[in-house]
């Protein structure tokens, strides 16, 4: 990292995480959670577990607005990631829900992480009662929108395609 970059990394001992996505740090850790700290330079954040980063927070105008977390975490590390930012409260439980299924959105994590992967199912299905970052539902309803015209558009090219291929068969011709 650059002496420049360096002069802007912040490290705190606890954050907030407000409903519109604003965050407020702070120097004080919390007690029955002393090994996590957390780290921002410019509009990303870090947030650690003894010392190994487990997710990221990237920022938009000083608000949250996507996370995810490593995809090198063991199936142990994703485990004791979410029960520690379930304990931690303070907003962030708000995006453990946004995180899981942003990470496993990749196909870098599905195709390289198999077991890390199975378990952020796992998680997500056990996480369920937890709230939901407005921002990500909106973000969700963009994803689902896009994934539905992706697949309405692959239908009307197959359905153009197979049309084409019976008008050559009953035309007699062949390609």
Known sequence: MTTARLDRYMRYGSMRIL???RVRFSPWTLPELSFLSFMRLDDLIWIDSSGRTVMELDMSRGRVVSANFRYDLTPDELRRAVSSLREAGN????WII???????LSSTFREDYPEAYATARELLES???????A????????ISANVENAR??????????GKRTR???STGETS
């Open 91 to 94: 907003g962030l439980e708000r």
């Open 167 to 169: 008008r050559r068969r």
């Open 19 to 21: 409903r519109d996505g």
């Open 135 to 142: 921002h990500w539902k909106r973000v969700r309803e963009t």
């Open 127 to 133: 996480c369920r009662d937890l709230p939901v970052a």
């Open 98 to 104: 946004p995180c899981i299924e942003h990470t496993c």
């Open 152 to 161: 309405a558009e692959r239908a009307a090219k197959q359905a153009a395609l």
